[in-house]
């Protein structure tokens, strides 16, 4: 038997299929799809934040879209270790029943690991914060936190330079409670 990397402690060793597993896992830890793969992707980059261990498994690059992954994306749209994990309507991500199945075995296997625990908590706080958010207000919280990926970015100029359109977007997301009026005062 292989012996796991520190990378991959509570998964598999091969990059691709830790990838997918960890789609399964923010895809499986409610039990609604995610509305974009806008937000699947920036969701899994919040994820991959919090977890040093992953942070550099998804080679998240600077892109038109602020944080893009080849690897995830690949990942979504064409899995080659989980096979018809993932269903897509209507432009929303969301388990099969393939991949609801892959996702108990996930859990059930690593029930006693408590990082995988603190990942699968994470991945439900960042999915019951931001999954509720309008792709506008998504990017304009990881713009704000991670400004490096403003860079070749086509629509931080509109959610960030349009001073009608940021301050709707801070209202909003004051309102729902994601931030306080404090957090982007400055601006």
């Known amino acids: 038997m292989k012996e796991s ?6 998964m598999q060793d091969s990059q691709v299929e830790l990838v997918e597993e960890y789609l399964i896992l923010l895809l499986g830890v409610v039990d609604a799809p995610v509305q974009t793969k806008f937000h699947v992707e920036k ?9 040093d ?13 602020g944080p893009y992954s080849q690897l ?16 897509k309507n209507y432009g929303a991500f969301s388990l099969s029943a393939a991949g609801k199945e892959y996702y108990f075995k996930l859990v059930k296997k ?10 699968l908590s994470i991945a439900q706080l960042i999915r019951g914060l931001y999954d509720k958010l309008s792709k506008e ?12 990926y403003t860079k070749y970015s086509n629509i931080s100029g509109e959610i960030l330079d349009n001073k009608k359109n ?14 306080n009026e404090n957090r982007f005062s400055h601006d």
Do not use: C, M, W
């Open 166 to 179: 940021y301050s709707n977007l801070v209202k909003s997301l004051i309102s729902k409670g994601i931030i």
């Open 72 to 87: 995830a994306d690949d990942s979504l749209e064409s899995p080659l270790y989980y096979g018809k994990a993932f269903d």
């Open 110 to 119: 690593n029930k006693s690991n408590p990082r995988f625990s603190a990942i």
């Open 53 to 65: 261990t992953t942070e550099n498994l998804f080679q998240f690059q600077k892109h038109y879209e």
């Open 137 to 148: 207000e998504l990017a304009l919280l990881i713009y704000k936190t991670y400004p490096e």
């Open 43 to 51: 969701e899994l980059f919040l994820l991959s934040k919090v977890n």
């Open 5 to 10: 990397s520190p990378q991959s402690d509570f």
